[in-house]
């Protein structure tokens, strides 16, 4: 087994090899070394969805109105800072679409935290994982403004407010959503990769003071970074559906 891989990966690259080459078949997909089909960031977002499920159990079986336990006020907090900016972003509809933020926030918050703890990795330092977050904001945004406008006048804000400025606007247009993915996934990569190598040095060089300060910092732009896609997803589905279109 390869030795840079997380100590959970080798766990499931031994365990699980099976497995994991019967998924990559299920999807047309060959492992570059069928003993490894498990790659680090593949494992991570396991842990990550298993984490947050944990947690959602724990949340349900202790959810009480008379005395709420310290995992329900957490998840309140996160629930009214969640709904409160998708109000402000996307006004009063808002509410309709705070399962998709709060997910893709919750997500990306213990995604991007979880590479502080050692021997763990961020999974979104590999471009894949922005990359599939991205690509669902995007579908969102685009499905939501097809059901409340309808196909066609959804197309047409694509064409501009006056006719003859069609063959200008289109394309511009079209490139501006295309571009919407590739930013949110360069964004959240670039700062995740930068962050966890920065970290990475400076603790094999380093003793403890300088290490904790950048995995204090790692931490103050994991929460930034989470909040700001899922801000930018608000802002995509508040075009998407606004009236003024």
Not at 43 to 49: F, K, N
Not at 76 to 96: N, Y
Not at 127 to 152: D, R
């Amino acid at each position: 087994m390869s030795t840079h891989e997380a100590w959970l990966t080798q766990i499931f690259n031994h365990y699980l090899q099976g497995l994991g080459n019967w998924l990559l078949a299920l999807f047309h997909q060959t492992a570059v070394n069928p003993e490894e089909p498990w790659a680090d960031h593949i494992v991570m977002q396991i842990l990550v969805g298993a984490i947050i499920i944990s947690l959602l159990v724990a949340l349900r079986s202790g959810l009480s109105v008379d005395k709420p336990g310290k995992l329900q006020h957490v998840f309140e907090l996160i629930r009214g800072f969640v709904t409160d900016q998708a109000d402000d972003q996307v006004g009063h509809e808002g509410h309709h679409h705070t399962v998709i933020f709060a997910t893709l926030f919750l997500f990306l918050l213990v995604a991007n935290l979880i590479g502080v703890i050692p021997k763990f990795m961020s999974p979104t330092q590999v471009a894949y994982v922005p990359a599939g977050c991205a690509l669902v904001a995007f579908t969102y945004y685009n499905i939501v403004g097809v059901v409340k406008h309808g196909p066609f006048k959804y197309i047409k804000q694509f064409f501009g407010p006056i006719w003859w400025m069609t063959p200008l606007m289109f394309p511009i247009e079209i490139i501006s959503h295309l571009a919407r993915p590739l930013s949110l996934t360069i964004r959240l990569f670039a700062n995740m990769y930068a962050g966890e190598l920065v970290t990475m040095i400076f603790l094999n060089l380093t003793f403890i003071v300088l290490p904790a300060l950048f995995m204090g910092l790692h931490v103050f732009v994991s929460i930034l970074q989470a909040y700001i896609f899922m801000l930018l997803t608000m802002m995509y589905v508040a075009g998407a559906v606004s009236e003024e279109h």
